[in-house]
């Protein structure tokens, strides 16, 4: 395989191909292959970009459709016809269903793009600068959005510019079980010398993705939206990664019955890999004026018709969400026994997480990219998260089959065995 260019024109930021460093040629659903025509399953689907798979078929056609046809491609953010379909598919088969009541701004196609128009519309409206986010947070790399993410690697590349505006809480489970960790920020809201600027909103990620797979539990969103709506405070829900049917339900939110006051999407979106982003917000909110945040590529069509497309194709009834929870059951279980295994080594390990948004903490990162490692070895693309990279997460597509999910599983389970043993 010639990695030689690769390796010498791009710059040293590049990381995924440090840990599969092979040149990748082709994909369809779960599985990709390389330039010698080596085959891996994926574990790791684009960071939850590609909950639908790789080149998933039915989506594919509706893009393939479009181009044949000269839609439009960019039209910065013109009416446009996929335009309004997607708006028209959102409204029927995942708003209205859900009793939710959103109004859609496309900021630019990235995850962070959406973050960081959420917190400036949450700025805007409450005219307060600081916002609440969480230990271990994630929430994208610009100035605005990394001020409300944790990872330290992230905040100190800004040539020493302040990330300000941002207050980190400690989140469900920080200090451990038996503490309720919203005790400490209620009691920061209400002590009028507590020190903390009343935030103009909150952002969280039901599931922490990047942070290591945490979940917090259903009690604590509940009491964080309470929280929120007795302070006069926005509740952000951050559902970049854990959205689009990543934990068993469109939103990730669901399970805890609540309703956030502003949502960003992205990630999956699309449905089919395409950059593509979105910020939701309860009508009475869209204080914003014509072009007040504006940007090139806001709405990309492309992505307009693959997303109408994928919710129609799966999102028209519960079908997919509950075999998206059953491959979840199946997940959690082979990953309590591994988990089971690796601890019976003298290394304390547990399984955690919410659908198919699952990991295992191994305790420290050289132990996960051991078993990381040599799961790449064996045809596995699975990768870490985790402040020191110690959780081994699986983010499969959505749509693996069940011969793929097992052989995976499988894989992971020889190679920790083989790295631990
Ligand atoms: C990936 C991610 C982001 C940032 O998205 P980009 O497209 O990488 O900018 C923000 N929030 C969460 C929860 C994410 O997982």
Redesign the pocket.
Known sequence: MQTQILERMESDVRTYSRSFPVVFTTARNARLTDEDGREYIDFLAG??SLNYGHNNPKIKQALVDYLASDGIVHGLDFWTAAKRDYLETLEELILKPRGLDYKVQFPGP????A?EAAIRLARNVKGRHNIVTFTNG????TMG?LATTGNRKFREATGGVPTVGGTFMPYDGYLGDGTDTLDYFEKLLTDKSGGLDVPAGVIV?TVQ??GGINAAGLDWLKRLEQICQDNDILLIV?D???GCGRTGKFFSFEHAGITPDIV?N??SLSGFGLPF?QVLMRPELDTWKPGQYNGTFRGFNLAFTTAAATLREYWSDDTFERDVQRKGRVVADRFAKLAAWITEQGIEASERGRGLMRGIDVGTGDIADKITAKAFENGLIIETSGQDGEVVKCLCPLTITDEDLLEGLDILEKSAKQALS
Request: aromatic share 4%; proline share 0%.
């Open positions: 960071a939850g990235t995850g962070t793009n973050v994630f929430h994208g790399v959005a990620e993705g990047e951050d970049i990664q854990a960003t992205s990630k982003a």
